[in-house]
């Protein structure tokens, strides 16, 4: 399949399965990922073309960079003795002592594929391991232990895999070469590595100071980075390029630290533009698995040396392995502790769950579908179909069995299985929870954080209200009330949402009576054409039946915006062709809007005084918005000259300007209460500053400077 039409498949697979995601909640994406690309290669035969050296670099490149990005956090660096112990120990004995369990349960695969296929499949996906532990409420020492192991064994997972490999293909294997050439590729690597990001550091520094701090130019810099750093490394200095690229992200982990004041927008554009690479590039080496399985089934099925279940007991036999390996380390660990601190014993179900969590992942089926397909010699790689098939059977087994064990270990969380291919924004929401100490106030949800600041955003436009400036300040009112709406979806449950929802089709209907009255009174008194007085009733009756319709954000809602957009350009087209004055027309929808808008408050008025004591059981919100609502309508009505559009934006900005101080000082006051974290208040700062940006970009454009 041409490379291009590849890459747009993919992607667009990429977002379908996420969309997936969206409903199969119970399902790891990775898994619908896999699902996915199994079925496109079933029912369109596609194939893609594997090229060892340029897939490593495309993936396994950016993804440990990234990873070296987001390490070390305060917790973890505490157990940095113990972390990177587990992270080499443990790789190297389910390399040597799987390998060799492999090789005496498939006597068949030689065992130097057997210590590749256990070298590659022992880095666990650092996302799984932490919503595994964090779900089975491991202890903390455990927690960061497999958080922080997950994080870097990759590296090392990595350069067992490549010895093995290397084994295999030339035939040549020397314990001594092996063991010089591990300390000469790992030193030089974490050298190069070093040197390298120094070098882009400096000269990043270099050209700041000339001047050149452009924002994309920086991010872009940073993209391209671990790509150079793979490629010298490995070409240059024969080096790991994967130790490289590791240490170069720890070390721009380290120099963003001290900018993250000087260079805030750079920061957060470079944090935005990572997690769609990392989310795009996890989802398609999860798709590419999907691809790639059915000329790894094929092949085992044609084998005459396997049958299809002796492979699929193999794979499972692989995961049993590893799991034991894994489960007996952690158990040893915390036995070790217990010695040391005599803090707790030792518990095999709190090590049989550390156990589940190494969920195996992307760097996993990076490695492995970059087996060459030939050997030195020119001889086909040994058994490379079963060792893709039993790769990928212990990726899925793992994603299975860890789903299967959640709701067994914590029924009473809903929390689904995430892993990297699963990472968005409401990830970070999720993580505060853990970061900050339990206290007895009351802990806020962004959702309700949100609404809470809009809400004084909206009383702030309310204080500066004028009759000059009415039109602007509805207008924001309306769009803030729109997206508290939005919002109270996420933080009510349904019966409140169902009340606050019958309130408003109440009142809406008492408003579409008083607009109903007042049509029918400007058409008695000669005030309105036929033609109008027949378009607003078809437009309150239309606006009666949606009532009725109560819709959430679907398609067909989306649908009838649209139908809507087009009945009123319609509507526009047929006053600009008819024979009438198009100008008296819109005069007369202007008196239509006016004097119903006055109609439908004065209805609302008239039964809010009539029963005070239903009237305060009734949503003050949806009150509020209605009326609002209306008297944006009866402002909208005055004629709108260049001036006055000049004039109303001006007025927009000033007023968009306190609401947004307003919000401001609702987070600080959140804060300082201790209903929000702070890195919550970071994130809600960041949308009031993309706000402005936003704002400042639409002023400029409109500057004729």
């Known amino acids: 399949m041409p490379i291009i039409e590849a890459v747009i498949l993919l992607v667009a697979l990429v977002l379908v399965s996420n969309i997936l995601s969206h409903y199969l909640t119970f399902i790891p994406v990775s898994l619908i990922q896999v699902t996915l690309g199994l079925v496109v290669a079933l029912f369109w035969n596609i194939e893609i073309d594997l090229d060892t050296d340029w897939f490593l670099l495309l993936f396994i490149a950016p993804l440990l960079f990234n990873d070296g990005r987001r390490f070390p956090k ?5 157990l940095r003795g113990p972390i990177f112990a587990n992270a080499i120990g443990l790789v190297f004995v389910t390399t040597i002592v799987g390998g060799y369990l492999m090789y005496l349960m498939i006597p068949k695969m030689p065992l130097t594929v057997s210590f590749a296929v256990a070298a590659i499949l022992s880095p666990t996906d650092p996302v799984a391991v932490q919503s595994i532990s964090k779900r089975a409420n491991l202890p903390e020492n455990i927690l960061h232990l497999v958080s922080g192991e997950s994080l870097i064994n990759d590296a090392s997972g990595l350069i067992a895999f490549k010895y093995a490999v290397a084994a295999t293909v030339t035939g040549v294997f020397s314990l001594s070469g092996a063991v010089g050439d591990f300390f000469y590729i790992s030193l030089v690597g974490l050298l190069s ?34 790509f150079i750093v793979y490629v010298i490394t490995e070409e240059v200095a024969h080096a790991s390029g994967v130790i490289a690229v590791v240490t170069a992200g720890v070390l721009s982990h380290a120099h963003e630290n001290r ?43 044609k084998s005459t040396q396997f049958s299809t279940t002796q ?31 005599r803090k707790r014993k030792p518990s095999l179900r709190v090590a049989l769950m550390a156990g589940l969590s190494g969920v195996r992942g ?59 291919a699963s990472l968005s924004d409401e990830d970070e929401e999720a993580d505060d929870a853990a970061l900050e100490p339990a206290t007895t106030v009351r802990k806020m949800t962004e959702a309700e954080a949100r609404i809470y600041i809009m809400r004084l955003a909206i009383n702030a436009i309310e204080e500066n209200r004028r009759q000059e400036n009415q039109r602007a300040a509805y207008d924001l009112i309306l769009d803030y009330q729109f997206l508290i709406r939005r919002m109270e979806l996420k933080v009510k449950d349904d019966t409140e949402m169902q009340q606050v929802l019958t309130d408003e089709m109440q009142l809406r209907t008492i408003g579409l009576d008083g607009e109903q009255s007042a049509v029918e009174r400007l058409f008695e008194h000669d005030q309105i054409s ?25 398609v067909v809602s989306t649908l009838k915006n649209w139908n809507k957009w087009l009945r009123q350009f319609a509507r526009r ?96 006051s959140l804060l300082e209460a201790g209903n929000i974290p702070w890195q919550m208040a970071s994130r ?19 500057d004729p400077d």
């Open 74 to 78: 305060r917790e973890l660096w505490k």
């Open 193 to 226: 590595g070093f040197i390298l990001q120094t070098v882009v550091e400096l000269l990043r520094d270099i050209l700041r100071r000339q001047g050149i701090n452009d924002v994309i130019f920086n991010t872009v810099l940073q993209l391209i980075t671990p």
């Open 259 to 301: 900018l993250v004041e000087d260079l805030p927008e750079l920061r957060l554009v470079t944090e935005k533009t990572w997690d769609i690479i990392i989310y795009l590039l996890n989802g398609v080496v999860f798709l590419i698995l999907g691809i790639e399985l059915p000329l790894a089934t094929t092949n085992i099925i």
């Open 311 to 341: 492979a699929i007991l193999y794979a499972l036999g692989a995961w049993l392995i590893l799991l034991l390996i894994r489960v007996a380390w952690i158990y040893l660990y915390e036995g070790s502790v217990y010695l040391r601190q």
């Open 362 to 420: 992307a760097i996993t089926m990076a490695g492995v579908l970059s087996l060459p397909l030939l050997t030195a010699t020119g001889s086909a790689f040994p058994q490379r179909s079963l060792a893709l098939f039993v790769a990928a059977g212990v990726i899925i087994i793992s994603l299975v069995a860890a789903v299967i064990s959640l709701p067994l270990v914590a029924p009473d969380n809903p929390i689904p299985l995430r892993t990297r």
């Open 530 to 554: 036929i033609q109008s007085y027949r378009s607003a009733l078809r437009r309150i009756e239309r606006a009666r039946q949606r009532l009725t319709q109560v819709s959430g954000r679907t």
């Open 573 to 668: 087209l047929i006053l600009r062709l008819s024979r009438a004055n198009p100008h008296d027309l819109q005069a007369e929808w202007q008196l239509i809007d006016r004097e119903s808008s006055k109609a439908a408050i004065k209805a609302l008025s008239k039964h809010l005084a009539a029963d005070p004591q239903k009237t305060a059981e009734l949503d003050k919100q949806a009150i509020y918005h209605l009326v609002v609502y209306y008297r944006n309508r009866i402002e909208r009505t005055k004629q709108a000259s260049a001036k006055f559009r000049e004039k109303y934006q001006q007025q927009t900005n000033r007023l968009r300007i306190l609401a947004l101080g307003a919000e401001r000082s609702g987070i600080q």
């Open 684 to 702: 809600l700062r960041q949308y009031i500053n993309y706000s402005e940006n936003l704002m400042m970009m639409t002023v400029d454009d409109g």
